[in-house]
């Protein structure tokens, strides 16, 4: 197909300014601009964060989130529709984001802005806090995600050890498992973190047993997707103490519901799916659609296809 016409929906606007996008597309040989529901027929394709059924109409839809579960990819594959993801931009952003999790937990940080909230003046226990060098992390998935947390943890002095579905070794990583010894490689750590993309596989893969196997001592980190998770199953092992505590960006359910036990627990630091926020956010979008504008252009296969 040729691209005369993309759209930059609007529903991207949770993430970035669309004009931003439009404006830094403009040297595209195609014409850029913001389109809402009722203008998607006029494209060829679009770069959105929602997806919406009017889609299967076009020649291309890029993502611009890594994860793609939102996407009825058989559907997609019906209609000849290509979809591409924005997979590979998001490893500083996580990757600093959880270091802030578990510098605020070993630097008692969370306690002090509650305090802070309250004008108390109430320092931590003498033994609360600690400090990173030669603490344990596990970080299961081992892709963009998992490698800049790898990385920008390894920098603090963590030991991190990883989980993928082969368990072969991964640069940036001290040992990775296979996903079968799941158990094993998430129970001896003080910090689990998750990065797996949510499919079939790793619908509730952390479990009651997942919670179990941990120790008591662990914090759990999850910046992939809530339904990897059985949340009730994460909120009782909160709650009897068989985990220290939990640090989550990602939700069964988002917004995460008023009513949720997580919102009160002390420890636990709660974000709204903004872990891979950035103001370089288009601009790191628009460099996968330019390469694959160009691609196309040049009769090449698209980078970062998933259908
Ligand atoms: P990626 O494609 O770079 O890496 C995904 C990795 O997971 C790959 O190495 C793949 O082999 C591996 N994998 C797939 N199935 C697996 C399984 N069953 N067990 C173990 N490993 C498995 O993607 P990424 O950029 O690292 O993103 C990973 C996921 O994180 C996304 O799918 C998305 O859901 C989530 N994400 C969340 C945020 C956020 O804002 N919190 C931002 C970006 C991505």
Known sequence: FELERLGVHESVEAVFPPAELVTYLTDLPAEVAVV??????????????????????????HSIQAGYDRFPLDVLEDHDVILTNSAGIHDRTIGETVASYL?????????????????????????????????????????TLGSGVAETLGALGVRVTGVRRSGDPVPGFDEVYATDRLLEAIGDVEFVIVTVPLTDETHHLFDAEAFDAMRDDAYFVNV????????????????????????????????????????????????????????????????????????????????????
């Open 224 to 307: 992939a997707r809530g339904s990897v998770v059985d949340e009730p199953a994460l909120i009782d092992a909160l709650e009897s103490g068989e985990l220290a505590g939990a640090a989550l960006d990602v939700f069964e359910e988002e917004p995460l519901p008023e009513e949720s036990p997580l919102w009160g627990m002390d420890e636990v630091i709660i974000s709204p799916h903004c872990a891979a926020y950035t103001r370089d956010y288009f601009r790191d979008v628009g460099e996968i659609v330019r390469e694959n504008a160009d691609r196309l252009a040049d009769g090449e296969e698209f980078y970062n296809r998933v259908v």
């Open 36 to 61: 809402d529901d009722d203008g998607i027929d006029d494209c060829d394709g679009v770069v959105t964060l929602a997806y919406r059924e009017a889609f299967l109409e076009l020649d291309w839809i």
């Open 103 to 143: 510098l605020m937990f070993a630097r008692r940080l969370h306690d002090h802005v509650a305090n802070q909230q309250e004008r108390r003046w109430d320092r931590p226990e003498w033994d609360e806090a600690f400090t990173l060098p030669g603490a344990t992390a596990c970080v299961v998935g081992t892709g």
